[in-house]
């Protein structure tokens, strides 16, 4: 049997979470004053006693985190090359019917990057042990999964602070 480690949280309880398959489950929590259903993975094969609670600092630090990314992608949006791809690419690209509703809208034209990056929800929450040893999280940003598998990546070290933005598929 594989061994198992006790994750204690305040904002989802306790997670068992088995320590060579790492743990993939959707949680919904109330975001940005909305309910937002997203999904965890902590990678396999990492914790241990010490990287069990930044493990469970992170999850704790969800909300934070999610008001951290908001904002650093509104900061970032008028002058940063890869959020404003990110913006032609999702509107060029996602079912215009879709696009059009969530952005309550008439034409792709109308719709404004502060109008699509807005409608991005959070879709996951990764954490993992990098190869110096320094346990982080992502959260990924995108539209319906259903519509685009783009994806507006937030980093955050152990500091929660905002270390890097990527755009991955």
């Given at each position: 049997?594989?061994?198992?480690?006790?994750?204690?949280t305040?904002l989802l309880?306790?997670?068992t979470?088995?320590?060579?398959?790492?743990l993939?489950e959707?949680?919904?929590l109330?975001?940005?004053?909305k309910?937002?259903?997203?999904?965890?993975?902590i990678f396999?094969n990492f914790?241990n006693e010490?990287?069990?609670?930044i493990?469970?600092?992170?999850?704790d630090?969800i909300?934070?985190m999610?008001d951290k990314a908001?904002k650093?992608?509104?900061?970032?949006a008028?002058?940063s090359e890869l959020i404003?791809?990110?913006f032609r690419?999702?509107?060029a690209?996602?079912?215009?019917?879709?696009?059009?509703?969530l952005?309550?809208?008439d034409s792709?034209?109308?719709i404004t990057k502060?109008?699509?990056?807005a409608?991005?929800e959070?879709?996951?929450?990764?954490?993992?042990?990098?190869?110096?040893?320094?346990?982080?999280?992502?959260?990924?940003?995108s539209?319906?999964?259903?519509y685009t598998?783009e994806?507006l990546?937030?980093s955050?070290?152990q500091?929660?602070?905002?270390?890097d933005?990527t755009?991955?598929?």
């Amino acid at each position: 049997m594989s061994k198992t480690l006790q994750i204690t949280t305040t904002l989802l309880g306790e997670l068992t979470v088995p320590v060579e398959e790492g743990l993939f489950e959707d949680y919904t929590l109330p975001l940005g004053g909305k309910e937002v259903t997203f999904n965890m993975f902590i990678f396999e094969n990492f914790l241990n006693e010490e990287t069990a609670k930044i493990t469970a600092m992170f999850i704790d630090s969800i909300p934070l985190m999610y008001d951290k990314a908001r904002k650093e992608i509104t900061a970032r949006a008028a002058d940063s090359e890869l959020i404003d791809c990110f913006f032609r690419e999702g509107v060029a690209e996602t079912n215009e019917d879709y696009l059009l509703e969530l952005c309550q809208a008439d034409s792709r034209e109308e719709i404004t990057k502060e109008m699509f990056l807005a409608a991005l929800e959070l879709r996951g929450l990764h954490i993992w042990q990098n190869k110096d040893g320094e346990v982080r999280s992502v959260l990924d940003f995108s539209l319906d999964e259903e519509y685009t598998d783009e994806l507006l990546v937030i980093s955050f070290n152990q500091a929660l602070d905002v270390v890097d933005i990527t755009n991955e598929s």
